[in-house]
Structure formats: C-alpha cells, structure tokens
Nanobody
Framework: VQLQASGGGLVQPGGSLRLSCAASGFTLERYATAWFRQAPGREREWVSCINGGVPRTYYVDSVEGRFTISRDTAKSTIYLQMNSLKPEDTAVYYC?????????????????WGQGTLVTVSS
C-alpha cells in the first residue's frame, strides 16, 4: 500500500488549492480515505473523509462549505479541493486509508498514511 500526497504550496488568504493523494496497492473505492492536518505545535486533526462504497463525505466544522473531498477511481486518487483558505488552515496535510468502508475521525483508525504536503496560507 502506498499513498502519495501532493499539491501543497503557498497561497494568499481567500485563495484555493487542490491536494491530491495517489493510492496504490489496494482498491480505492472499497475503503474509507481521509485527510488529516497538523499545524505546528498542535495535534493532528481530522479534516475530511469519503467512505468506501457509495461515496458519502464528511467534514470537520471548520472547513464545511469551503473544502470538498472527492475520489477518481480510474486514477486511484483522492482530492481535497480547498477554497476560501484562511491562515488557520496552514498545516501539513496527510491522506490516510482505513481498511473498512466507514469513516472515522480518529487517526488511530487509519492504517496507512501518505507523507504529507505543506499548505501555507499567508499574505
């Protein structure tokens, strides 16, 4: 199993970024995949999840309406479209897979992780 996150960078407040997480070694659409983030000096935080099977999506309150998680099964990739970015969104973003269909918000539920991609929101 491999997860390769990319797409981070420096963006001004109010801007947008799209993160990608290329997955290999498992059938993406069968399992829950999630994005977490970790800001300097803070604990890792669950951001969003898309469950296995019929896709349903979930978000932490602070990003609801601004971020959108999606997956492309043909490309075996999940995405996190981030709009209206705020300085408090600055963090390293990680993708992770949980080998069951249902989403969860706790990091211990996810077995495999990507390497992280840094998002910096600053003027």
């Amino acid at each position: 199993v491999q997860l390769q996150a990319s797409g981070g960078g420096l963006v001004q407040p109010g801007g947008s970024l799209r993160l990608s997480c290329a997955a290999s070694g498992f059938t993406l659409e069968r399992y829950a995949t999630a994005w977490f983030r970790q800001a300097p000096g803070r604990e890792r935080e669950w951001v969003s999840c898309i469950n296995g099977g019929v896709p349903r999506t979930y978000y932490v309150d602070s990003v609801e309406g601004r971020f959108t998680i999606s997956r492309d099964t043909a490309k075996s990739t999940i995405y996190l479209q981030m709009n209206s970015l705020k300085p408090e969104d600055t963090a390293v973003y990680y993708c992770a897979v949980r080998f069951t269909a249902g989403c969860g918000t706790q990091s211990v539920l996810y077995r495999d992780w990507g390497q992280g991609t840094l998002v910096t929101v600053s003027s």
